[in-house]
């Protein structure tokens, strides 16, 4: 949708456009005029320049003049229940420097603990994946229901995880990390011309890799037809290096043991699994339960003689 009241004269950032072409690879040569018609951000109409809201949102000198409602909210709360704010802000700009901003936030205030090698240099062990939680950052921005005016996107950090929430409408017949859609493919692909996330709906599936790579549990999502969540939390190494303690990383290698064998025999059943992961039966099945929820598992066919399918 065109945006009528920017006026590429007074609303046009110079310097962003330029961060833009060296983040993107192209060549600083370029016409302003000639590379967001060419990026679809902007069309000639008349011999007149007009700017689509994606072009705003990220060449504009105050997106937010334009779309105040781009604004990404991110608070720290001292409590697990999120009552007492330490620190809150409304973090504005460009989209791709929201990202960076809120992902500075998340750097703040996470902790790190030390492992100490022998060398001179000690290893640095984070809070937090931060490389996933920057993912989940592009996406919830990337698919935002910019329609909806009274939402912004929030990241708030508990003392014990980050979540990420955002306005989206769900496409029908979702089903995660299977269904592919970009709601806003202007915004996609110039996030990708950026190196932000990739155009091929594969951002949950680099999360999870990132998680598993530095030791963290998957992230937990949920979401309605107008919400979607994503809570991170601490890594396991991390707990153990400060500590603490970690009952989740008993529940997550019983549950990727139990994806584990039925990958391998999909034909298995409940006692065999709890046989196979000393589990009790009460405990596959309640496994089972949430994996299915997660839709990280189905059954087809019926109890006796149907097989288990594991999302990829």
């Not at 016409?31 to 008349?46: E, I, S, T, Y």
């Not at 994946?129 to 229901?145: L, Q, T």
């Amino acid at each position: 949708m065109i945006e009528t009241k920017f006026d590429y004269r007074k609303d046009f950032d110079n310097s962003k456009f330029a961060t833009f072409l060296k983040l993107s690879g192209l060549s600083a040569s370029i016409k302003p005029k000639d590379a967001v018609v060419n990026l679809d951000a902007a069309q000639l109409q008349g011999g007149k320049l007009h700017f689509n809201n994606s072009g705003v949102l990220f060449f504009a000198k105050n997106p937010q003049k334009f779309i105040s409602w781009s604004v990404f909210t991110v608070a720290l709360f001292k409590d697990k229940v999120g009552v007492d704010i330490i620190d809150r802000k409304e973090i504005t700009g460009s989209l791709f420097e929201i990202v960076e901003q809120v992902m500075d936030f998340v750097k703040l205030y996470s902790k790190v603990a030390y492992r100490f090698t022998g060398k001179p240099q000690r290893d640095e062990i984070y809070e937090y994946p931060f490389e996933a939680i920057r993912e989940a950052v592009i996406n919830s921005v990337m698919h935002k229901d910019y329609f909806e005016r009274g939402h912004n996107n929030i990241l708030k950090f508990f003392p014990d995880r980050i979540q990420i929430e955002n306005i989206w409408c769900k496409p029908k017949n979702f089903i995660l990390n299977k269904t592919i859609f970009r709601r806003n493919h202007i915004i996609a692909d110039l996030l990708s011309r950026i190196h932000f996330g990739e155009k091929m709906g594969s951002g949950m599936k680099r999360i999870k890799d990132i998680c598993k790579a530095q030791n963290a549990p998957n992230p937990k999502v949920d979401f309605t037809d107008t919400h979607f969540y994503i809570v991170f939390k601490q890594s396991y190494e991390y707990l153990k290096m400060a500590g603490g303690n970690s009952p989740e990383e008993g529940r997550e290698k019983s549950r990727e043991k139990i994806l584990e064998i039925i990958r391998a025999n999909p034909q298995v059943t409940i006692s065999e699994l709890a046989a196979s992961t000393g589990l009790s039966v009460k405990g596959i099945e309640k496994n089972i339960r949430l994996l299915k929820l997660e839709n990280l598992l189905k059954r087809i066919g019926p109890d006796k003689g149907g097989r288990w399918v594991v999302a990829q």
